[in-house]
Nanobody
């Protein structure tokens, strides 16, 4: 079974950068699309970014487009989320997930989820 494990969260000032990483403690990510979602306090979980198995297609939420970059290294079985120009509204728990489906913006398409990593952006 695929078991995503996130790392790299922390506290950063507004305008700063963080890079999240996600690997798997179980089976590899081979063949899976990978996505990042986030959930802020009192809000529903929302799509942030996704990447296909080949890495040929990347998707972003409008709120992060131009600031966040998703990438993957299949040899290292790892997906990354580079977050630049962070804003206080980016504060949330960030989740990595793996999908065997095609609709990578859709939460229900994801089969395996990590436990999340906290990102806090101070103003």
């Amino acid at each position: 079974q695929v078991q995503p494990v996130e790392s790299g969260g922390g506290l950063v000032q507004a305008g700063g950068s963080l890079r999240l990483s996600c690997t798997t403690s179980g089976r590899s990510f081979s063949g899976y699309g990978l996505g990042w979602f986030r959930q802020a306090p009192g809000k529903e979980r929302e799509f942030v970014a996704a990447i296909t198995w080949s890495g040929g297609t990347t998707l972003y939420a409008d709120s992060v487009k131009g600031r966040f970059t998703i990438s993957r290294d299949n040899a290292k079985n790892t997906v990354y989320l580079q977050m630049n120009s962070l804003k206080p509204e980016d504060t949330a728990v960030y989740y990595c997930a793996a999908s065997g489906g095609a609709r990578l913006r859709v939460e229900e398409e994801y089969d395996y989820w990590g436990r999340g990593t906290q990102v806090t952006v101070s103003s």
